[in-house]
T-cell receptor, first 107, second 117 residues
Framework: GQNIDQPTEMTATEGAIVQINCTYQ??????LFWYQQHAGEAPTFLSY????GLEEKGRFSSFLSRSKGYSYLLLKELQMKDSASYLC????????FGAGTRLTVKP | GAVVSQHPSRVICKSGTSVKIECRSL??????MFWYRQFPKQSLMLMAT?????????EQGVEKDKFLINHASLTLSTLTVTSAHPEDSSFYIC?????????????FGAGTRLSVL
């Protein structure tokens, strides 16, 4: 089986930094993905981690610890347009998604 | 880039009718496509994995006779919701996996919002 847990909602201020955590339990592991999804739209790919450590891509960074079953997505210099749901997905045989974290960025 | 086109984006139909949703990979070949369903404020739920030239693999609890999947070519998969009922109203999203490379990233279509009256 596979359980993926992430906070339901978070709020942050424009210009700030926010960290969205994801913990998972899986019988096998073949990569962890983060997606951004605006309301009513399809998810868009943000990052992929398969080895431990930090992957940085512009304002977004993603971290993975396989031994702890833990990842986080770090968003820097928050902008209003970053208000969206952020989905953590883990792949073993198939990719399965967490319920998503709804981030609200306030002025 | 890799583009996945999903059509239609919105459909409203009467109860009992069938609805077909198309998913096309526009600039790459996809031997594997995925169909998801998403209820409001909930995560994506994988319905089935569609493999070109073979039968789809359905997730537990998904009725294969209700949700017919055809993946006849490397760029097209279709999902047909047969005899739709109001409880089938949902947001359906397809994705295509671009094989090769190190990431095997999935690219998502824009989704189809189905409303059954």
């Amino acid at each position: 089986g596979q359980n993926i847990d992430q906070p339901t909602e978070m709020t942050a201020t424009e210009g700030a930094i926010v960290q969205i955590n994801c913990t998972y339990q899986t019988s096998g592991f073949n990569g962890l993905f983060w997606y951004q999804q605006h309301a009513g739209e399809a998810p868009t790919f943000l990052s992929y981690n398969v080895l431990d450590g930090l992957e940085e891509k512009g304002r977004f960074s993603s971290f993975l610890s396989r031994s702890k079953g833990y990842s986080y997505l770090l968003l820097k210099e928050l902008q209003m347009k970053d208000s969206a749901s952020y989905l953590c997905a883990v792949r073993d045989r198939l990719k399965r998604f967490g319920a998503g974290t709804r981030l609200t960025v306030k002025p | 880039g890799a583009v996945v086109s999903q059509h239609p984006s919105r459909v409203i139909c009467k109860s009992g009718t069938s609805v077909k949703i198309e998913c096309r990979s526009l600039d790459f070949q996809a031997t594997t496509m995925f169909w998801y369903r998403q209820f409001p404020k909930q995560s994506l739920m994988l319905m089935a994995t569609s493999n070109e030239g073979s039968k789809a693999t359905y997730e537990q609890g998904v009725e294969k006779d209700k949700f017919l999947i055809n993946h006849a070519s490397l760029t097209l998969s279709t999902l047909t919701v047969t005899s739709a009922h109001p409880e089938d109203s949902s947001f359906y999203i397809c994705s295509a996996r671009k094989t090769g490379g190190t990431k095997n990233i999935q690219y998502f279509g824009a989704g189809t919002r189905l409303s059954v009256l």
